[in-house]
């Protein structure tokens, strides 16, 4: 079964502190992608990257930055953490771009 | 991308088939229609994908119509965990580096 891990399902931090999130997958994708999800407003794409050590803004980059050292993970950098940064984070990896697959998600929690 | 125009929400009895309409009027010839499902606290996953032709695989089936301008998702016999939102996507079949975009979906709710 292809996978894609992440390395928290819900995480509590606060106001200015540095949060990593990991998004780990199997299934030896050049695609990566980290989107976050509020009511209301649908699945908003962060960053993406295409190969290791490349990386793309999305929609809504500010407050974010990533990393991908190896191609099978990506990690999204919180640098201040906020409390408008609260919400869901979604990991999606592919190959082809023709199927997407999503990780269980972070629920972040920033007081 | 092409917009693509969904209900916000519908309703469904047990066992039912569920029809999911999209409009994408604007769609271009290269482009796909993909259906992706949320269900609750989880990630996305992909469903089906066409180009022009139905589709059918063992989730669903996936109707285009001749001008390409909506398309439905059809859940032959919904159960109760079918319940999710589902999104349509239209965008061209591959695109280095590029990524879905979500719109916010039908939220189906099927009930017993």
Redo the contacts between chains.
Sequence with gaps: DVK?TQSSRYLVKRTGEKVFLECVQDMDH??M?W?RQDP????R?IY?S?DVK?K?K?DIPEGYSVSREKKERFSLILESASTNQTSMY?C?STS??????????TRLTVL | DAKTTQPPSMDCAEGRAANLPCNHSTISGNEYVYW?RQIH??????II?GLKNNETNEMASLIITEDRKSSTLILPHATLRDTAVYYCIVRV?????????????TTLSVSS
């Design positions: 894609v050049e695609n992608f989107y209301g407003l649908g699945l794409l993406f295409y490349m793309e999305g979604l999606a082809q771009g023709i199927e997407q697959f999503f990780g269980p998600g | 992706y606290s989880q990630g996305p996953q992909y994908h079949g591959y695109q280095a580096g590029t990524a879905l975009i979500f719109g916010k979906g």
